[in-house]
């Protein structure tokens, strides 16, 4: 009888007939789902079929309808095969990784501090690593542009230590994108492992410091497993959103690194050539609806596990 | 449990450190005197008198707020409605409106943003509708919005006692009466709480405005883009400045306000 | 939560409504017009303008193409994107009656073979394409192209400039070709070369910011348009702005009204307003770049007449090329342009 877990059978609503649940449901999220068909299913459709669109001469799309798009995607270009796209794809899952990767690894000390602090400490050292969040992305992003370029006090330490040459500076490169994607995406891999982490049954840890274990044999064996809830959830909330970035690249990487989310701007922007444009975001939403979709089949139910 | 390690204190210290960085960095470089360039030239307040007789700064605040509110507003009603509907009653399909609420969770920006160009141009081309500007971006937020309000929503529901709304019930309460005196003030911090978060998600936001924005609505965001973009900072770090500082405050004021209703509550409860 | 969304639905069209009675949208490249001409135009014609900026013509083609068409008046499109907009029926015919200034205009720049008879654009200012560099460092410059794409000639950090036709427009005529080739053998030379000048550089900016990059010293070099030469060099004497001697790009910004204008009338009033002598004189003294308003010099800074990063010698200009539509062409450029940017 109770098919849906969500729906709160021992209430009056129970008592409803299916005609009833009907029109309840039909005004109350109603609006919201009409809404989200019109300006998300529906905009998302349009953007599949464009993919399958040729561009006109001056950025028009018109028909015939093709694949070249996604010929073209894999490397079939006018000028002769060159793997670029695929290129790219692949680097912007390694930055999606590497960024996911390193915040994890900030992530868990700062999850395990703030999970020992005294009660109000807690609260005020969780808040902290959420206030720059309400700040905005662009701000935190150039600011690194300052403290990257060569008259930097810090490029100006690594080239008086010797590791940086002369007057050379950090940004715009690579290391200026990584270092910005872990600073903006931080929380997100926090707050979710933090959750975890405050759940944590010690007396799993402390029985096997009693049975000799070392310490990393008790973080494997003990707490991991406990923290997987977590860090599943923060490892989505840091990957999906890292591997389409596009402000990131483009401020820290002088324009110069071009992800996926860059080719799409490119390709609505200055190129004009929205139906590969369109094949690009159709792969980007694939990625995500396949992690998506592998995440709930590895950690089924939980509502996303959101946060 | 036993309080953080000194190893484990300097660690969090130091990551703090690297999170806060940025922010500091830009407040310090407000007060340079030096128009190019990271170089310290000295302290200097002008950028602060620059920025006040900087009408596109301005216009772009407005802009800003305008944009935050309305979207705020729209997404919060719509999103909660959509909350108690999935949480009270079953239709068909809703297993999938489930699935679709999550999608604007997890795409990137720019995929939603260029799906949603795409989209007013068809719509313009065809029914003359949607031309560029406050009003499609006002749009375009309320559908990133309404997911975090619904998700946020929801989970209140979800940890509300069945027994307080049967009571009003049985004591003669039609539907929405109880839905009025009853859930929705119980649910209200929860609604308070998804409206910050849709409030702060359109500040923020800045990859979706640039696609689907128009003449005179340029936000703050776009315009600290663009500045970067051009290689000038200095009255933009002076911008940011007063961003940095606004956020923060609202962050503690509402932080205070909860403890003091939650201290509030107890006292009642008592 | 019901006087909400009454609130909402009421104040909306509210705020839409409020908005001024006469206004005008300029979309214009950046610090491209002196705030104190819009300022006098608003006075003069009790308008306001609303001045939205971009900083490459594809960027700004892309944005009328997309809904800008019908939200902005008046637009400033390079020679070469002119026949373009007109196929795409994004600009509207000019009514010449209302441009009483149009004979100021030099006749040199009139009716033009991207816009024949003037129908649809007025010349707003040209320039050319070059490099701007600072003099005092150690490397010494070299008056070429090969300052960018020479190994050995270049400095130790340079900006590439953020715009496809302009770079590669450079890296042909460094290596000898026209600036509007469309043979797959050239292309492949300039890619070639840019590809491996990209990871020497600092990064791609457009012309404002690569200026800003030389003078806040982040870069030696950079590849901008004459007026942000010229204004660098006035911020700045220990730079300068050259022209390569294998020859480079003149171009012609013009002024044009979209297709579907909201404000149709006063745009024109607008483009005649700009094209008055002292007004045009005071946006090429703002701008520094080179001004087709025959009218107008006798107003503009002698030095600036005189100044040959803002109006080139007859031996240079020889050397000088315009910029043409390349019709389906452009698509060879477009994919040259993702893989440059994309490696």
């Given at each position: 009888?109770?098919?849906?877990?969500?729906?709160?059978?021992?209430?009056?609503?129970?008592?409803?007939?299916?005609?009833?649940?009907?029109?309840?449901?039909?005004?109350?999220?109603?609006?919201?789902?009409?809404?989200?068909?019109?300006?998300?299913?529906?905009?998302?459709?349009?953007?599949?079929?464009?993919?399958?669109?040729?561009?006109?001469?001056?950025?028009?799309?018109?028909?015939?309808?093709?694949?070249?798009?996604?010929?073209?995607?894999?490397?079939?270009?006018?000028?002769?095969?060159?793997p670029?796209?695929?290129?790219?794809?692949?680097?912007?899952?390694?930055?999606?990784?590497?960024?996911?990767?390193?915040?994890?690894?900030?992530?868990?000390?700062?999850?395990?501090?703030?999970?020992?602090?005294?009660?109000?400490?807690?609260?005020?050292?969780?808040?902290?690593?959420?206030?720059?969040?309400?700040?905005?992305l662009?701000?935190?992003?150039?600011?690194?542009?300052?403290?990257?370029?060569?008259?930097?006090?810090?490029?100006?330490?690594?080239?008086?230590?010797?590791?940086?040459?002369?007057?050379?500076?950090?940004?715009?490169?690579?290391?200026?994108?990584?270092?910005?994607?872990?600073?903006?995406?931080?929380?997100?891999?926090?707050?979710?492992?933090?959750?975890?982490?405050?759940?944590?049954?010690?007396?799993?840890?402390?029985?096997a410091?009693?049975?000799?274990?070392n310490?990393?044999q008790?973080?494997?064996?003990?707490?991991?497993?406990?923290?997987?809830?977590?860090?599943?959830?923060?490892?989505?909330?840091?990957?999906?959103?890292?591997?389409?970035?596009?402000?990131?690249?483009?401020?820290?990487?002088?324009?110069?690194?071009?992800?996926?989310?860059?080719?799409?701007?490119?390709?609505?922007g200055?190129?004009?050539?929205?139906?590969?444009?369109?094949?690009?975001?159709?792969?980007?939403?694939?990625?995500?609806?396949?992690?998506?979709?592998?995440?709930?089949?590895?950690?089924?139910?939980?509502?996303?596990?959101?946060? | 449990?036993?309080?953080?390690?000194?190893?484990?204190?300097?660690?969090?210290?130091?990551?703090?450190?690297?999170?806060y960085?940025?922010?500091?960095?830009?407040?310090?470089?407000?007060?340079?005197?030096?128009?190019?360039?990271?170089?310290?030239?000295?302290?200097?307040?002008?950028?602060?008198?620059?920025?006040?007789?900087?009408?596109?700064?301005?216009?772009?605040?407005k802009?800003?707020?305008?944009?935050?509110?309305?979207?705020?507003?729209?997404?919060?009603?719509?999103?909660?409605?959509?909350?108690?509907?999935?949480?009270?009653?079953?239709?068909?399909?809703?297993?999938?409106?489930?699935?679709?609420?999550?999608?604007?969770?997890?795409?990137?920006?720019?995929?939603?943003?260029?799906?949603l160009?795409?989209?007013?141009?068809?719509?313009?081309?065809?029914?003359?509708?949607?031309?560029?500007?406050?009003?499609?971006?006002?749009?375009?937020?309320?559908?990133?919005?309404?997911?975090?309000?619904?998700?946020?929503?929801?989970?209140?529901?979800?940890?509300?006692?069945?027994?307080?709304?049967?009571?009003?019930?049985?004591?003669?309460?039609?539907?929405?009466?109880?839905?009025?005196?009853?859930?929705?003030?119980?649910?209200?911090?929860?609604?308070?709480?998804?409206?910050?978060?849709?409030?702060?998600?359109?500040?923020?936001?800045?990859?979706?405005?640039?696609?689907?924005?128009?003449?005179?609505?340029?936000?703050?965001p776009?315009?600290?883009?663009?500045?970067?973009?051009?290689?000038?900072?200095?009255?933009?770090?002076?911008?940011?400045?007063?961003?940095?500082?606004?956020?923060?405050?609202?962050?503690?004021?509402?932080?205070?306000?909860q403890?003091?209703?939650?201290?509030?509550?107890?006292?009642?409860?008592? | 939560?019901?006087?909400?969304?009454?609130?909402?639905?009421?104040?909306?069209?509210?705020?839409?409504?409020?908005?001024?009675?006469?206004?005008?949208?300029?979309?214009?490249?950046?610090?491209?017009?002196?705030?104190?001409?819009?300022?006098?135009?608003?006075?003069?014609?009790?308008?306001?303008?609303?001045?939205?900026?971009?900083?490459?013509?594809?960027?700004?083609?892309?944005?009328?193409?997309?809904?800008?068409?019908?939200?902005?008046?008046?637009?400033v499109?390079?020679d070469h994107?002119?026949?373009?907009?007109?196929?795409?029926?994004?600009?509207?015919?000019?009514?010449?009656?209302?441009?009483?200034?149009?004979?100021?205009?030099?006749?040199?720049?009139?009716?033009?073979?991207?816009?024949?008879?003037?129908?649809?654009?007025?010349?707003?200012?040209?320039?050319?394409?070059?490099?701007?560099?600072?003099?005092?460092?150690?490397?010494?410059?070299?008056?070429?192209w090969?300052?960018?794409?020479?190994?050995?000639?270049?400095?130790?950090?340079?900006?590439?400039?953020?715009?496809?036709?302009?770079?590669?427009?450079?890296?042909?005529?460094?290596?000898?070709?026209?600036?509007?080739?469309?043979?797959?053998?050239?292309?492949?030379?300039?890619?070639?070369?840019?590809l491996?000048?990209?990871?020497?550089?600092?990064?791609?900016?457009?012309?404002?910011?690569?200026?800003n990059?030389?003078l806040?010293?982040?870069?030696?070099?950079?590849?901008?348009?004459?007026?942000?030469?010229?204004?660098?060099m006035?911020?700045?004497?220990?730079?300068?702005?050259?022209?390569?001697?294998?020859?480079?790009?003149?171009?012609?910004?013009?002024?044009?009204?979209?297709?579907?204008?909201?404000?149709?009338?006063?745009?024109?009033?607008?483009?005649?307003?700009?094209?008055?002598?002292?007004?045009?004189?005071?946006?090429?003294?703002?701008?520094?770049?080179?001004?087709?308003?025959?009218?107008?010099?006798?107003?503009?800074?002698?030095?600036?007449?005189?100044?040959?990063?803002?109006?080139?010698?007859?031996?240079?200009?020889?050397?000088?090329?315009?910029?043409?539509?390349?019709?389906?062409?452009?698509?060879?450029?477009?994919?040259?342009?993702?893989?440059?940017?994309?490696?």
């Open positions: 009888m109770n098919a849906d877990p969500q729906t709160n059978d021992r209430s009056l609503t129970g008592a409803l007939t299916r005609n009833g649940h009907w029109w309840r449901s039909a005004l109350t999220s109603g609006p919201g789902l009409a809404w989200l068909t019109a300006f998300l299913l529906i905009p998302l459709l349009a953007i599949v079929t464009i993919s399958f669109l040729t561009r006109g001469e001056y950025g028009e799309i018109e028909r015939p309808f093709t694949f070249d798009n996604y010929q073209r995607l894999l490397g079939f270009g006018l000028l002769g095969f060159d670029l796209y695929p290129t790219i794809l692949v680097r912007s899952l390694i930055l999606g990784l590497t960024t996911a990767g390193l915040c994890l690894f900030a992530a868990l000390p700062l999850a395990f501090f703030i999970a020992r602090l005294p009660g109000g400490w807690k609260t005020a050292a969780l808040i902290l690593v959420v206030v720059p969040f309400w700040t905005n662009l701000i935190r992003t150039y600011a690194w542009q300052i403290l990257f370029s060569s008259e930097s006090w810090l490029c100006r330490t690594a080239q008086a230590l010797g590791w940086l040459s002369p007057g050379t500076a950090l940004y715009p490169g690579f290391l200026a994108v990584l270092v910005g994607m872990v600073c903006d995406f931080l929380p997100f891999m926090v707050l979710p492992l933090y959750a975890s982490v405050e759940k944590i049954d010690w007396t799993l840890a402390e029985a410091v009693d049975l000799g274990a310490p990393w008790v973080f494997r064996h003990a707490l991991l497993p406990q923290i997987i809830p977590g860090l599943s959830a923060g490892w989505v909330l840091v990957f999906l959103p890292a591997t389409g970035q596009f402000v990131i690249p483009d401020l820290l990487g002088g324009a110069k690194t071009t992800m996926l989310g860059n080719l799409i701007q490119q390709q609505f200055p190129s004009r050539d929205w139906p590969f444009g369109a094949a690009i975001s159709f792969v980007a939403l694939l990625l995500v609806v396949g992690g998506l979709w592998l995440r709930a089949r590895n950690a089924p139910e939980k509502d996303g596990g959101l946060m | 449990m036993r309080s953080p390690s000194p190893r484990l204190s300097v660690i969090a210290v130091l990551l703090y450190a690297f999170i960085a940025p922010i500091l960095v830009v407040i310090v470089y407000s007060f340079n005197a030096s128009r190019f360039g990271a170089g310290w030239g000295g302290f200097t307040t002008r950028w602060y008198e620059v920025l006040l007789e900087n009408a596109p700064a301005l216009s772009a605040a802009s800003t707020l305008l944009l935050g509110i309305f979207s705020t507003l729209l997404s919060t009603t719509l999103g909660t409605a959509l909350a108690f509907g999935l949480a009270r009653f079953r239709f068909p399909g809703k297993a999938w409106a489930n699935r679709l609420l999550y999608v604007p969770v997890f795409i990137p920006d720019i995929v939603m943003a260029v799906a160009l795409l989209f007013y141009s068809l719509a313009r081309q065809w029914f003359g509708l949607f031309e560029l500007g406050l009003t499609t971006m006002i749009l375009a937020h309320v559908t990133f919005q309404i997911p975090f309000v619904t998700i946020v929503v929801r989970a209140r529901l979800a940890g509300l006692d069945p027994a307080l709304e049967e009571a009003a019930r049985d004591l003669g309460a039609n539907e929405i009466q109880t839905f009025w005196h009853v859930t929705f003030p119980l649910i209200a911090p929860g609604v308070i709480a998804a409206a910050m978060l849709a409030f702060t998600l359109s500040l923020d936001d800045f990859v979706v405005s640039f696609f689907t924005s128009g003449p005179g609505a340029t936000t703050l776009i315009l600290i883009y663009s500045s970067v973009k051009r290689g000038i900072t200095p009255d933009i770090n002076a911008l940011s400045t007063l961003i940095i500082i606004v956020s923060f405050v609202a962050t503690l004021a509402t932080t205070l306000l403890r003091s209703q939650k201290y509030k509550n107890l006292k009642s409860e008592r | 939560m019901r006087s909400l969304i009454i609130l909402a639905t009421v104040l909306l069209p509210l705020c839409t409504a409020l908005a001024e009675p006469k206004a005008l949208n300029l979309y214009i490249w950046s610090e491209y017009i002196d705030p104190q001409v819009v300022t006098r135009f608003e006075k003069e014609f009790d308008a306001k303008v609303t001045v939205d900026v971009y900083e490459d013509a594809e960027s700004m083609l892309a944005k009328i193409q997309s809904g800008g068409v019908s939200l902005y008046d008046v637009v499109p390079p994107l002119v026949p373009a907009m007109i196929k795409l029926k994004l600009l509207a015919p000019l009514i010449h009656e209302r441009l009483t200034n149009f004979k100021n205009l030099d006749p040199a720049f009139l009716s033009p073979p991207y816009d024949p008879g003037n129908t649809y654009t007025v010349p707003y200012q040209w320039g050319t394409v070059g490099i701007f560099a600072r003099t005092n460092a150690s490397h010494p410059l070299s008056f070429s090969g300052f960018i794409f020479d190994p050995k000639l270049r400095p130790e950090s340079f900006v590439l400039i953020d715009s496809v036709r302009d770079l590669l427009g450079a890296a042909l005529k460094y290596r000898g070709h026209s600036l509007n080739s469309t043979d797959p053998a050239q292309l492949k030379e300039a890619r070639q070369l840019i491996e000048a990209k990871p020497k550089s600092l990064s791609f900016e457009g012309s404002v910011a690569g200026k990059r030389v806040a010293r982040a870069a030696r070099a950079a590849m901008v348009y004459s007026g942000e030469g010229a204004r660098g006035k911020e700045d004497k220990e730079t300068v702005y050259f022209i390569p001697e294998e020859g480079s790009q003149i171009w012609v910004d013009n002024l044009a009204i979209t297709a579907k204008a909201p404000h149709r009338e006063l745009a024109e009033r607008f483009i005649n307003f700009i094209l008055d002598a002292k007004v045009g004189a005071q946006i090429s003294n703002f701008n520094q770049f080179s001004t087709p308003n025959q009218a107008a010099l006798p107003y503009i800074r002698p030095e600036d007449l005189k100044n040959p990063a803002i109006y080139p010698p007859e031996a240079v200009r020889k050397k000088l090329e315009f910029l043409s539509d390349l019709g389906a062409k452009t698509r060879l450029y477009d994919e040259i342009w993702t893989q440059v940017k994309s490696r």
